[in-house]
């Protein structure tokens, strides 16, 4: 199977999707104690997500350094990415997300709480964009 941006930016959004959905109903049972676990995401999360295909040369760029170090890096992207959407999407009073109410944001668009879950989130991506192929 040939690698392409397509196919990458496919699993990459997807991907995202299926973690949103699962973070935020895992949260639906913490602050809402409600067992059905729903969840609730955007059709402007598959493309945020998707973006981190960007990320490949960056991804190559990193792959000789240590865990730490990678993951570092994909969180500050993912913070800069989420940043630049949040902001462009609340100027067009279309942002998925608010998180002004938290103790840890930055203009209600970014949880730095969140950092440890980028931080896997942007390891996983990595593994997405190179993975191995030959079955």
Known sequence: MKKNFATDFCLCG??????????TG??????????ELPCRTSVWMFPIYG???????????LKNRCVA??????TLC?????F?????LKK?????????????N?????RLDYAPAWFLAGLLFEKIIFRKTDF
């Open 26 to 35: 895992l949260g639906s049972i913490i602050k809402h104690t409600d067992k």
């Open 84 to 88: 630049i959407t949040g902001t462009l």
């Open 92 to 104: 067009h009073k279309a942002c998925p997300w608010d998180y002004s109410k938290a103790k840890l």
């Open 14 to 23: 997807l991907t995202g999707w299926c973690l949103e959905c699962f973070w």
């Open 51 to 61: 973006m981190a295909a960007c990320l490949r040369p960056i991804y190559q760029a």
């Open 106 to 110: 930055i203009k209600g668009v970014i």
């Open 69 to 74: 170090i990678r993951g570092f890096v994909y």
């Open 78 to 82: 993912i913070f800069l990415a989420e």
